[in-house]
């Protein structure tokens, strides 16, 4: 661990500890664990837990604790002057899990000041961002620009590439939570009016044309967000039946990029967009 911002390094750190680390206590506690277990409670703190493979998107009540170590040197390392940094350490315990899921239980060690409950609120907060680094992570690496299989032969080639495929793969995962905390707003929220003009095309040209739903298209209807994104899926390959839900970020990518295409003959054939 790198010694503190006003010791030595130009920034601050939030981490979560891994290893029940040898520590300076104020109290007869010797290791980490031990030492916040023995500091009072602050309160509790409510999250959101996203959802992972046999377990659905959950809220999680975690008790609150935090104190101040001193950690000390790894045996065997005395020599490579690390310094004894003081960290404020912060646990965040899930003391009543639902059943058949394993309880949250993090122990964050941080340079930041934890004075009381609504710094140590903050941060808990903080570090459940984490869920949506790692989501946009995947999608960056693999899910739809594979940067990782970018070979370009500049080190400037790929910095330039990198840095276009992240404001793309920002987007694709800004949109895919905004569809799902509110589906019903109109996709203007979203979408700039040509890329509303092309997917209002792609809606009425992917509408079924016989049984119930095959009514015309009221001209006055403005899409919905759902209703654009799930046009914009099936650019992709999304299939959009009633039980797939919505689609994912590989998808979604796939129908991005033709949307785009769309948009560019659009300006190329102004007359007739998307053709008789």
């Known amino acids: ?17 891994a290893q029940d680390r040898c520590v300076e ?5 010797t290791h980490l664990w031990a030492a916040v277990e023995s500091s009072p409670m602050l309160g509790t703190v409510v999250i959101d837990v996203p959802r992972k493979e046999g377990h659905p998107i959950r809220q999680a009540t975690l008790s609150l604790q935090a104190t101040t170590v001193r950690l000390q040197i790894p045996k065997g390392r005395e020599k490579e002057g690390l310094g004894t940094p003081t960290v404020q350490v912060i646990m965040a315990k899930e003391p009543n ?11 964050l060690c941080t340079t930041l000041p934890v004075v009381d409950f609504d710094d140590a609120q903050r941060l808990v907060e ?7 680094i790692e989501r946009f992570h995947f999608v960056l690496k693999t899910g739809g620009s594979n940067v990782e299989k970018l070979q370009l032969e500049t080190y400037d080639r790929l910095a ?3 840095a276009l495929y992240s404001i793309v793969a920002w987007r694709i995962l800004w949109m895919t939570y905004q569809v799902r905390q509110d589906p019903d707003p109109p996709c203007s929220v979203v979408f700039n009016p040509e890329e509303e003009a092309a997917l209002r095309l792609m809606f009425d040209r992917q509408r079924p044309r016989k049984g119930p739903r095959s009514k015309p298209m009221d001209p006055d209807h ?10 914009m899926a099936k650019l ?17 990518w796939r129908g991005y990029r033709a949307l785009q295409l769309i948009v560019l003959g659009m300006h190329l054939t102004p007359a007739d967009p998307i053709g008789p």
């Open 1 to 17: 661990m790198s010694l503190p911002r006003s010791e030595k390094a130009p920034y601050d750190l939030l981490i979560r500890g």
């Open 25 to 29: 206590h104020a109290s007869t506690a």
């Open 97 to 107: 899990p639902p059943a058949d899921t394993e309880p949250i239980c993090w122990v």
């Open 126 to 132: 903080w570090y459940t961002y984490r869920w949506r």
């Open 160 to 162: 330039r590439a990198i």
């Open 222 to 231: 403005r899409l919905t967000l759902r209703e654009a994104m799930h046009t």
């Open 236 to 252: 992709g390959g999304f299939l959009g039946r009633k039980s797939d839900g919505d689609a994912g970020v590989k998808t979604l």
